[in-house]
C-alpha cells in the first residue's frame, strides 16, 4: 500500500530530463498587490495529463480543509476564498494558470504545484507578484537555493533529506568508502552534490564517481572505474535509465550493497540474466513515505469529505499520496495569515515558518486556533505530528520507506528510516 504511491513521489522530483519547452514565453505580469482584507488561495494541481488522478482526488481534501476554516470563523470574520486551477502536464499550460491566479483571482498564495519542473518553471513569476506559495510535492533539490524572497515553502521531505537517508543507511554497511554514480544531467548533479556532503558528514569517502548518460542502452564499461575492494555503491537512478544501470550493476564482481534512491520505487526490474545475481546483493532503497499520517487526516477531515465519490462493496479505500503535505500547507497558509493579522504575502509568508515550529503544540487547525485565541505562539504538527520547517521553508523532519526487490525483480516495502536535519 505504501509503494502504490511512491511512483508519483518520484514523478514530483526525479527528472532526467529539463523542464518542457514550448516556446511560449514565461510571463512578464506584475500586477500591483493591495491588502483588501479577504484571504484568497489558488489550488493548483494537475486537473489534466499523467497527474490527473492524483490531483483530482486532493481536491476534496483542500476543499474540506476550508470548509472547516470557514466554519470555524475564516479570516478577518470573512471566508477563506479558494480558487482551483489546472497545473497541467507542461509549462505551457501552468504558466497560463499562474496569468489567470495573478491578473484575475488576484490570489495571495499558492497550494502546489506537485511538479518540481512547473516549481521552477513558475517561480520567477510569482515571487515577482509578491504571492506566497506552499508546494506539498515539489521535492527535487533543485529548488532548494532559489531566490524566493522567503515566499516559497515546501511541506514534503526535499531530496536533500533523501540523500541524508541514503548516506545513513550507507554508514551502516560499516564500510568507510563507497562508488557514486548519478545521472549526468542537472538533476543527478544536484543530488550527488547533496550526498557527497552527507557522506563526508558521515566520514565516508567516494572511491570512484561514474556520471552516466541516461540515453544509454548498456553501462557495461561504467562498471571498469570501480576498483576491486569496493563493496558499495551509492546510486542514483532515474525513472528512464535507473533500471538499466542497476542491472548493469548487478554484474559487478565486487559490489555487495548497493543504496538507490527513490526513482525504482515502483519501476520492476526487467527479467534477464542480471536478476540470477539479485539474491547475491543487498539493494536498499530510499523513497519518500508519501502516506504518512493518512489515517489521522481521515479521522480529522471526516472519510466521506476525503471520498467523497461512491465506492463498490469490499473495496478498500486506498490512501491519497501527498494528502497530510497538502492539508499541511493549506492550515500553515491560514494559521500564519492569522498570527500575522495580514492577508498580504509579504506579511503573513513571514509567519509560515515560525508557526511550524515556535509555541504551543497543535495538531489540527482547530486546536491552533484555540492555543491563538489565547494569545499564544502555536507549534503546527498536522496529522503526522512532526512538522516542522527549516529557515529556508523545507521540512526537518521525515520519515521514509525502504524497498528492494524479490526474486523476481518486484519493488518490495521493507522497513523505515527517520532523519532529523537541524535547522
Do not use: K, W
Not at 149 to 171: C, E, K, N, W, Y
Not at 316 to 344: E, G, H, M
Not at 345 to 368: A, D, H, K, W, Y
Request: aromatic share 6%; with cysteine; charged share 15%.
Amino acid at each position: 500500500m505504501v509503494l502504490s504511491g511512491l511512483v508519483l513521489a518520484t514523478s514530483c522530483s526525479s527528472s532526467s530530463s529539463a523542464p518542457v519547452t514550448t516556446g511560449v514565453p514565461r510571463t512578464t505580469t506584475t500586477v500591483p498587490r493591495v491588502s483588501d482584507g479577504v484571504l484568497r488561495l489558488g489550488l493548483f494541481v494537475p486537473r489534466s495529463g499523467a497527474g490527473a488522478s492524483l490531483g483530482e482526488a486532493l481536491i476534496p481534501i483542500v476543499e474540506t480543509a476550508i470548509t472547516t476554516i470557514n466554519v470555524a470563523g475564516g479570516f478577518n470574520d470573512q471566508n477563506v476564498e479558494l480558487v482551483i486551477r489546472d497545473e497541467g502536464a507542461d509549462t505551457a499550460t501552468a504558466l497560463a494558470a499562474i496569468e489567470r491566479f495573478i491578473d484575475e483571482d488576484r490570489i495571495d498564495a499558492i497550494i502546489g504545484p506537485l511538479s518540481s519542473n512547473v516549481a521552477l518553471s513558475i517561480l520567477p513569476s510569482v515571487v515577482r507578484n509578491d504571492i506566497g506559495v506552499c508546494s506539498p510535492a515539489a521535492t527535487s533539490a533543485l529548488l532548494n537555493n532559489f531566490p524566493d524572497r522567503g515566499l516559497f515553502v515546501r511541506t514534503a521531505p526535499t531530496d536533500t533529506l533523501v540523500a541524508q537517508a541514503m548516506s545513513q543507511v550507507i554508514a551502516q554497511t560499516g564500510q568507510s568508502t563507497t562508488a557514486l554514480a548519478f545521472p549526468d544531467d542537472r538533476y543527478g548533479r544536484r543530488l550527488a552534490t547533496e550526498l557527497r556532503r552527507f557522506l563526508g558528514l558521515q566520514g565516508i569517502s567516494i572511491a570512484s564517481e561514474i556520471p552516466y548518460a541516461v540515453a544509454d542502452e548498456s553501462y557495461t564499461d561504467e562498471f571498469e572505474a570501480i576498483t576491486d575492494d569496493t563493496r558499495v555503491l551509492a546510486l542514483i537512478a532515474d525513472q528512464e535509465s535507473g533500471a538499466r544501470f542497476l542491472n548493469s550493476a548487478l554484474t559487478s564482481s565486487s559490489l555487495q550493497t548497493i543504496v538507490l534512491n527513490d526513482a525504482l520505487a515502483n519501476v520492476p526490474l526487467p527479467n534477464d540474466s542480471a536478476l540470477d545475481r539479485l539474491s547475491d546483493f543487498t539493494v536498499v532503497g530510499v523513497a519518500h513515505d508519501v502516506n504518512i499520517g493518512f489515517q489521522n487526516l481521515v479521522d480529522t477531515l471526516g472519510e466521506r469529505r476525503v471520498f467523497p465519490g461512491p465506492v463498490s462493496s469490499g473495496t478498500t479505500r486506498q490512501p491519497i499520496p501527498f494528502a497530510t503535505a497538502i492539508l499541511d500547507c493549506v492550515n500553515l497558509l491560514v494559521l500564519a495569515a492569522l498570527s500575522s493579522s495580514s492577508d498580504d504575502p509579504l506579511v503573513f509568508m513571514n509567519s509560515v515558518i515560525p508557526v511550524s515550529r515556535v509555541g504551543s503544540s497543535c495538531n489540527t487547525f482547530e486546536q491552533c486556533t484555540a492555543v491563538l485565541s489565547r494569545g499564544l505562539n502555536v507549534d503546527y504538527n498536522g496529522p503526522t505530528g512532526l512538522h516542522a520547517l527549516t529557515p529556508s521553508g523545507d521540512p526537518s523532519l521525515a520519515s521514509f520507506v525502504n524497498y528492494g526487490f524479490s526474486d523476481t525483480g518486484t519493488p518490495e516495502f521493507r522497513s523505515t528510516i527517520g532523519v532529523f536535519s537541524s535547522p
